[in-house]
């Protein structure tokens, strides 16, 4: 690893690398809290078992906690030392993908995030470790969609999360693109799809999310 990291390139790298394991948890995390708006009982057997898979909490959990940690700190060594070179972000980019706001502010959309994630913790990743570790209470499926939806009962929470959400869209359509660009998928045959798929990409996704927000909300 710090081999990877040592060079521009290698933390260009490892940074994509990060990127694209965080987009593929975007896709399941979203499917797993879609689940909540079609009926209670299939969100909570969904919640049970990654609350409670010893592979999920033990081996998957702290992986990503360590990619969301290692993303979010490598991108804030590229600004610096960006601002100490030249503008990198995941790869080099000409023409209008450099001149748009989103390739210009990721560090300002990603520290957005980032707040925003130290929220979504204290909303739901405390909450758990506190019910089943601390406080030791017994498994109850029943409450998962309970917890989520009293969440959302409160207007500024929806606008905070409706917020971070669009910040992420604006994120994720020059970082998908990039962090791909980044690991060398820069052909000609395949550039367009990939552009397609990051502008769908970072439209669905974060329009899953806030769906979600606003459905908990009106249906209090």
Avoid: C
């Avoid at 959990?61 to 601002?83: R, T, Y």
């Avoid at 669009?166 to 998928?185: C, T």
């Amino acid at each position: 690893m710090a081999g990877l990291t040592s060079s521009t390139i290698g933390r260009k790298y490892a940074m994509a690398l990060s990127a694209i394991f965080l987009l593929i948890f975007l896709v399941m995390h979203l499917a797993v809290n879609l689940l909540s708006v079609f009926g209670e009982t299939a969100y909570n057997n969904a919640s049970q078992f990654m609350g409670y898979n010893p592979l999920i909490q033990f081996i998957m959990q702290p992986v990503l906690i360590f990619a969301v940690i290692f993303h979010f700190v490598m991108g804030f060594v590229l600004e610096i030392k960006n601002k100490k070179a030249r503008p990198i972000n995941y790869a080099m980019n000409r023409g209008s993908d450099n001149s748009s706001w989103s390739s210009r502010n990721m560090i300002i959309s990603g520290a957005v995030i980032l707040a925003f994630l130290v929220l979504h913790m204290y909303d739901f990743w405390f909450h758990e470790m506190n019910y089943k570790y601390i406080n030791g209470l017994p498994v109850e499926e029943s409450r998962f969609w309970g917890d989520l939806h009293a969440k959302f009962a409160d207007v500024w929470r929806v606008v905070l999360y409706v917020i971070s959400f669009v910040l992420l869209g604006l994120h994720l359509s020059h970082g998908f693109q990039s962090s791909f660009q980044s690991i060398g998928a820069r052909h000609p045959k395949y550039m367009p799809m990939l552009r397609k798929v990051s502008i769908w990409y970072s439209i669905l996704i974060p329009l899953g999310f806030i769906f979600i927000a606003i459905y908990h909300y009106i249906t209090q």
